[in-house]
């Protein structure tokens, strides 16, 4: 079992920068695929990033154009979410989620573990 918790969420202004975090106990995350999916008001959780077991491999959301960055440090067991040049349409419930594949799937199925989200809102 992997409990994941993330942090740094919080109120920023459009254009403006914030870095949330994911930390996971219970079992290395090392041994996972980690992403960061999001979910605004009264539409569907969607995929931002993906990032293997390694981090040799990111996937990113095409409408994020270059503008977040995923991370992690497995020996932190902690997975970052970089957001940079935010929008007031980022503003979302951010999650963060463990999967056992390789790769840096964008399938929210892919993934077994899930936080319980942290808020993230851009005021224009």
């Known amino acids: 079992q992997v409990l994941l918790v993330e942090s740094g969420g919080g109120l920023v202004q459009a254009g403006g920068s914030l870095r949330v975090s994911c930390v996971a106990s219970?079992?290395?995350?090392?041994?996972?695929?980690m992403g960061w999916f999001r979910q605004a008001p009264g539409k569907e959780r969607e995929f931002v990033a993906g990032?293997?077991?390694?981090?040799?491999?990111?996937r990113y959301a095409d409408f994020l154009k270059g503008r977040f960055t995923i991370s992690r440090d497995n020996a932190k067991n902690t997975v970052y979410l970089q957001m940079s040049s935010l929008k007031p349409e980022d503003a979302a419930v951010y999650y963060c989620?463990?999967?056992?594949?390789?790769?840096?799937?964008?399938?929210?199925?892919?993934?077994?573990?899930w936080g319980q989200g942290i808020q993230v809102t851009v005021s224009s």
């Open positions: 219970g079992r290395t995350i090392s041994s996972y695929a």
């Open positions: 990032i293997s077991r390694s981090g040799s491999i990111t």
């Open positions: 989620a463990g999967g056992a594949g390789y790769g840096a799937s964008p399938v929210p199925i892919r993934y077994d573990y």
